[in-house]
């Protein structure tokens, strides 16, 4: 498969220096600025922003939700001819991949990566793959990317029997891939692949890490052979923040509190939570939740801070204070900036080679979601 990485298309002029202009003005005027746009556009554009994202480009996004809801939203976005996303790069590369090859889709900073997606690449999978081929029967092995990796990831996956998985639908794609094979090689985050491994029930020993800067994962060939799931040595550095003795001292501290987590966090911070799942799991139990409830909440903590503000009835707390700096990055800025240049800059460009069997991932995903 060619490797092409995402392409942005800028002006002559460095972004930064045309940026600074805007970074002077009050956040009242950005947000003008960009009602102004939204206004003249109507539908024509449409402004998707994650649940990490700062409120006050959250006020202004048209759809929000978490990865899954949002590659949704995407692939059904027929009636819009432009859509601005706010989240990390990854997010915007699915949306270009998921749209009409007539939108365009805007990344307001291409600065906004992802650590644990950088931490699989498609020459350590490709690597990876190669040497299971040495050991067992790859076409009974099912690759399955989480939604935080790069785009010719997805695209190794729709190339090779696999699927893109989110926080969402990380056991039903467990299941899926089971009908299908026997083994699931998983990248790039382990807490993710083995949370899920728990709820599906998988012995811990037949869940092991495998390495990808190690020869063969660093694992034997007995353990390779009789492995279910093998997990990519990846995390999120947001998620694996939170502690066991953060989660005691708000039960000793508030014992009736509700304790929600992302199951991105390591296991035995999900074993001690109430409740696990993703942004938007966590989205519909704060709904659920009764007058007066206190929630702490173990994710990104604009998460907690936005469901704050749309339920001053309950007590929302985030669990620690640990933030994704990538997301923060996003700004009024940047998105009046980007919209005011009119599609111009910060366009996400993928090559066919990444787009056709990446969009063959991504659909499976939802799918079976």
């Given amino acids: 498969m060619e490797v092409q990485k995402t392409m942005v298309t800028i002006l002559d002029r460095p972004v930064f220096d045309a940026l600074e202009a805007y970074s002077r003005k009050s956040s009242e005027e950005l947000s003008e600025m960009i009602l102004e746009h939204k206004r003249r556009l109507g539908s024509r554009l449409l402004i998707l922003g994650h649940f990490y994202q700062?409120?006050?480009?959250?006020?202004?996004?048209?759809?929000?939700?978490?990865?899954?809801?949002?590659?949704?939203?995407?692939?059904?976005?027929?009636?819009?001819?432009?859509?601005?996303?706010?989240?990390?790069?990854?997010?915007?590369?699915?949306?270009?991949?998921?749209?009409?090859?007539?939108?365009?889709?805007?990344?307001?900073?291409?600065?906004?990566?992802?650590?644990?997606?950088?931490?699989?690449?498609?020459?350590?999978?490709?690597?990876?793959?190669e040497e299971l081929a040495e050991i067992t029967d790859v076409s009974r092995v099912i690759p399955v990317t989480y939604m935080n990796s790069d785009a010719d990831l997805k695209a190794f996956c729709g190339e090779h029997g696999g699927i893109v998985c989110t926080s969402s639908n990380a056991p039903r794609v467990y299941d899926w891939c089971f009908e299908r094979g026997d083994k699931i090689l998983f990248f790039p985050d382990e807490h993710l692949g083995r949370n899920t491994g728990n709820l599906r029930g998988i012995p811990k020993d037949l869940m092991p890490v495998w390495d990808g800067k190690m020869e063969r994962g660093g694992l034997s060939e007995d353990q390779v052979r009789s492995a279910r799931v093998l997990l990519?040595?990846?995390?999120?550095?947001?998620?694996?923040?939170?502690?066991?003795?953060?989660?005691?001292?708000?039960?000793?501290?508030d014992p009736e509190a509700v304790i929600l987590v992302h199951p991105e966090c390591p296991e035995e911070i999900v074993a001690a939570a109430d409740g696990c799942g993703s942004t938007e799991y966590i989205r519909r139990q704060v709904?659920?939740?009764?007058?007066?409830?206190?929630?702490?909440?173990?994710?990104?903590?604009?998460?907690?801070?936005?469901?704050?503000?749309?339920?001053?009835?309950?007590?929302?707390?985030?669990?620690?204070?640990?933030?994704?700096?990538?997301?923060?990055?996003?700004?009024?800025?940047?998105?009046?900036?980007?919209?005011?240049?009119?599609?111009?800059?910060?366009?996400?460009?993928?090559?066919?080679?990444?787009?056709?069997?990446?969009?063959?991932a991504l659909e499976r995903m939802l799918e079976v979601a």
């Fill in 232 to 253: 990519w040595k990846g995390f999120c550095h947001v998620h694996t923040h939170f502690t066991v003795e953060q989660i005691q001292k708000v039960r000793e501290s």
């Fill in 287 to 360: 709904e659920k939740a009764a007058p007066g409830t206190t929630i702490y909440i173990g994710t990104e903590l604009n998460h907690s801070v936005n469901l704050a503000r749309k339920h001053p009835h309950l007590t929302i707390h985030y669990l620690s204070r640990s933030l994704c700096p990538n997301m923060w990055k996003i700004g009024l800025n940047d998105i009046a900036y980007t919209l005011d240049m009119g599609g111009k800059i910060n366009r996400v460009e993928l090559p066919d080679s990444i787009i056709v069997p990446g969009r063959l």
């Fill in 54 to 129: 700062k409120p006050e480009v959250i006020d202004l996004a048209d759809i929000t939700g978490d990865s899954y809801g949002l590659s949704k939203a995407a692939a059904e976005a027929d009636g819009c001819e432009m859509i601005l996303f706010c989240g990390v790069h990854f997010m915007a590369e699915s949306a270009r991949i998921l749209a009409r090859r007539d939108q365009v889709v805007l990344h307001p900073d291409q600065r906004a990566g992802c650590p644990m997606a950088d931490m699989a690449n498609l020459d350590t999978v490709t690597q990876a793959w």
